[in-house]
């Protein structure tokens, strides 16, 4: 097994708990692989997939890293298409209760980070992935963030790029600071953008 560097991508559906617990089991079981399946149809970076968990992807990608702009609108695009299919649900599945929880209770954040030393291991037939920064990527998700929707970018990855092009203008969010203390990690900085519904 040789490490990699590499770029880990972690979109996770918010409210799921909320969500699974106020609807029946027959709308969650379709809303959830619905969405998941226009998440993973929605990358257009090159990222594969390691593993679908119950309300997430994790992504990978080695070698060459994309610009950040690209990192970016990735996310972006996530997020957007990830809308129009809570929508396109809570239309289809209008005459069932609480439909209207699919769009008011869902939401989606996603956690950017590189690892310079990322195990890539077969099993069966997907790439498992191990090592440290996997820890530290999944850590990222338990974080004290107010917003519930966002694109976090570890202070690993952000070192991957030029502040110029981390600087990049972006006309529909703006950078806040963070971070997360884990025992055995020390102090993990990240840069989040907080998200809005798109309309």
Not at 47 to 74: M, N
Not at 155 to 181: C, M, P, R, T
């Amino acid at each position: 097994m040789k490490a990699l560097p590499t770029l880990l991508c972690i979109p996770d559906i918010s409210g799921f708990t909320q969500f699974m617990s106020k609807t029946d089991f027959e709308l969650s079981s379709k809303v959830i692989p619905s969405l998941l399946n226009k998440i993973v149809y929605s990358n257009e970076i090159g990222l594969k997939i390691s593993e679908i968990e119950g309300d997430a992807v994790l992504f990978y990608r080695t070698g060459e890293l994309p610009s950040f702009v690209d990192v970016l609108d990735q996310c972006r695009f996530f997020h957007t298409e990830f809308y129009k299919q809570l929508h396109a649900l809570k239309a289809r599945y209008a005459g069932e209760a609480a439909a209207e929880l699919i769009p008011e209770v869902l939401g989606l954040k996603i956690i950017l980070h590189y690892g310079t030393e990322v195990g890539l291991v077969p099993v069966g037939k997907r790439i498992k992935l191990i090592g440290e920064d996997v820890i530290t990527a999944h850590r990222l998700l338990k974080n004290k963030i107010p917003d519930e929707e966002y694109i976090l970018a570890s202070e690993n990855l952000l070192s991957q790029y030029s502040q110029a092009e981390i600087n990049v203008k972006i006309d529909w969010g703006h950078y806040e600071e963070g971070f997360v203390h884990e025992e055995h990690l020390g102090k993990i900085s990240f840069n989040y953008i907080p998200l809005s519904q798109p309309s």
